[in-house]
């Protein structure tokens, strides 16, 4: 279900338009779904494209551990 959620957030978000939350809710359903290369391509589109820079930096760190260590179990598995 977590890729289903994933298509479904990715097909209709927009990092331009939507809100920061709305992205990092996108990188969290890629981090759900265990993939990594989405969550990594999500947030740095979110990084890149949303005007809500301060928001985004507020959380990017964060995300940013979180994808590297699912990369890490990824890897791993």
Same mark, same amino acid.
């Given at each position: 279900? #977590?890729? *289903? =959620?994933?298509?479904?957030?990715?097909?209709?978000?927009?990092?331009?338009? @939507?809100? /920061? %939350?709305?992205?990092?809710?996108?990188?969290?359903?890629?981090?759900?779904?265990?993939? #990594?290369? *989405? =969550?990594?391509?999500?947030?740095?589109?979110?990084?890149?494209?949303?005007? @809500?820079? /301060? %928001?985004?930096?507020?959380?990017?760190?964060?995300?940013?551990?979180?994808?590297?260590?699912?990369?890490?179990?990824?890897?791993?598995?």
């Amino acid at each position: 279900m #977590p890729v *289903d =959620a994933l298509g479904l957030g990715v097909g209709h978000w927009r990092p331009r338009e @939507h809100v /920061a %939350e709305a992205g990092r809710q996108v990188v969290l359903a890629a981090l759900d779904a265990e993939r #990594p290369l *989405d =969550a990594r391509i999500q947030l740095d589109a979110l990084v890149a494209s949303s005007p @809500h820079k /301060a %928001e985004v930096r507020a959380f990017a760190g964060e995300l940013d551990s979180r994808i590297e260590q699912s990369r890490q179990r990824t890897a791993g598995a």
